[in-house]
């Protein structure tokens, strides 16, 4: 004999309708699928955090090979310098 607990009532799972028992079923189908989403999102979570520090380390390594004045913009030659 299983029992359920429904908005705070006890009832005995094989005395409720069907129409009760289907909505029971999607309910607990929803509840195990949030269970299953927040598993994969925390994975996404853990993945984002290390390809990030990855990626921090690649960028102080590109760092280090570049030149101090690599990544600026030359300017413009001066127009009375000319020739």
Do not use: C
């Amino acid at each position: 004999m299983a029992l359920v607990k429904i908005n705070g009532v006890t009832y005995e799972l094989d005395a409720l309708n069907d129409e009760v028992k289907t909505h029971l079923k999607y309910l607990s189908y929803i509840d195990s699928e949030i269970e299953r989403l927040k598993m994969q999102l925390g994975t996404f979570h853990l993945s984002r955090d290390q390809v990030g520090r990855l990626l921090d380390i690649a960028m102080a390594n590109y760092a280090m090979h570049q030149t101090p004045f690599e990544n600026t913009a030359t300017p413009a030659p001066d127009a009375d310098t000319q020739a």
